[in-house]
């Protein structure tokens, strides 16, 4: 299976997830999500989902001066960016629920 598939359906929620308990700029976020394991990940979907999920009112910015560079823009959840977090990790936790279980009658089982 194309992981990267999978990735396009779920990185919304994997970035407000990475931004759940610290705000992060783009280049911090993108080497969480590695860090957790979705090693597969695009600079560029990255930066693009943040420019996204900015737009439609679930992060917050604000922008750091830097010593050694240019100065860096933080993103933060904001209260719709909590809720769209709880609400879209409900439907992941259902859906996955529903693969395993699907997975698990047909003795697939990891």
């Known amino acids: 299976?194309?992981?990267t598939q999978l990735l396009k359906g779920v990185l919304d929620l994997a970035v407000l997830a990475v931004?759940?308990?610290a705000d992060g700029y783009?280049?911090?976020?993108?080497?969480?999500l590695?860090?957790?394991?979705?090693?597969?990940?695009g600079d560029a979907s990255v930066y693009g989902t943040l420019r996204?999920?900015?737009?439609a009112g679930l992060l917050t910015t604000y922008v750091v001066p830097s010593e050694s560079g240019p100065h860096r823009k933080y993103y933060s959840l904001n209260a719709a960016g909590r809720d769209q977090l709880?609400?879209?990790g409900k439907?992941?936790?259902?859906f996955a629920t529903t693969?395993?279980?699907l997975l698990d009658d047909r003795g697939m089982a990891a």
């Open 52 to 55: 996204r999920l900015f737009a």
């Open 91 to 94: 439907t992941w936790r259902s």
């Open 19 to 21: 931004l759940k308990d």
């Open 26 to 32: 783009g280049y911090d976020i993108l080497r969480r």
């Open 1 to 3: 299976m194309d992981t």
């Open 86 to 88: 709880t609400r879209a």
């Open 99 to 101: 693969m395993d279980a």
């Open 34 to 41: 590695r860090e957790a394991g979705l090693e597969e990940v």
